[in-house]
């Protein structure tokens, strides 16, 4: 079963700290965004190497696999379809309609979208009573809630729209339409002079009894407001100390509640993990389309032009959508796959030569890692120092 993911890129405003490929709009051109993607699936499905995500090796990441079937029109089905952005929950209610009608139709083995994990990223003030019922209808069976705090003044500095009354708004109307599955994201490791109360935003999200919640510490990223509030002195950058209290103290509050981190920066209760996210850590082939989408095929990533208007003219014309690709070497594939398997609960299986490590000995003596059988994986203090695992891992690895 396959994994498709749709970049929808449309936000109605930026957010201080966002840096991600996105087209700013008072008014949402769904009618063109849904002819764009038909037009880029009528791309693909006429290029030689057309590979329908359904078809795409199966229980085989890592690129091991045997090679993927080539096939001239979509004949399996999906497993995991996600709409991010962007802000996806932007689209009018009847544009999402057809995109999954698309969607389903273009994939054969699909036959209802009800057994497949159906996730739409969704802005608080979009979450009204109509759309929530609507995006149920079409299909949406996951949420994931752009919540990132509950203090008024937090999400003002965010430049986020929505205000905290919405978050709580929002959960309501999804579970009165059947959308039980929601996630929210909160962001951790604000500057210190903003005051954010953490502990209270945990407590504030958990009392909504999300399925899952994804929590990213702030990272200032070049040509965003929050990175020219910090050049002029109008904001602190983020703390690392911060960083680590907050993110050991989200841990500590979560598992009280019978989440558990099952990724770096993600945390489920029982049965409720992405199972979409869960295909990218554990480096399954995924097709993406739209503007800045990425594919991987189990060997070779390739990613669409990044800007809207670009890509539009580009599937509009009948040409190729695709900016760049690039073939992973064993040795690259062997460094993403340490890195993604450390990312997650599952770790790291200790093949030859990992085993022989004296390092895993000391990181195992800090608390950093637990070796479990065959495996090693990650404390939440692991977590902290990932990269430095890895480095320690794979520069080790090198001259093993
Ligand atoms: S809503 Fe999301 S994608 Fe849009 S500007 Fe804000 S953080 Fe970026």
Redesign the pocket.
Known sequence: MGHLYLHVPF?????S??D?S?A?RKRVPAREYVDAVLRELDWLRNSPGWVNPGAMPRGAPWGNAEPPTQVTGADSGLDTLYLG???PSLLPADGLATLLTIVRDAFHGTPSLDAVEVTL?A?PEDVTPDNAVAWRRAGVNRVSL?AQSFDDRVLRWM??SHDAARIGDAVVNLRRAGIANVSLDLIFALPAELGRDWARDLDLALALEPSHLSLYGLTVEQRTPLARWISRGAATAPDDERYAAEYLQAHSRLATCGYRFYEVSNAARDGCRSRHNMAYWSGRPYLGLGPAAHSFDGRARRWNLAAWEAYRRAVAAGRSPVESEEGLSDEQRELERVYLSLRTDEGLHLTAPYRLLPSLTVWAERGWVEVRGERVVCTPEGWLRLDALVGDLTGRHATA
């Open positions: 936000c109605a405003r930026r957010c700290y966002c991600f996105i700013v952005g962007g802000t990223e802005n752009g430049h986020r």
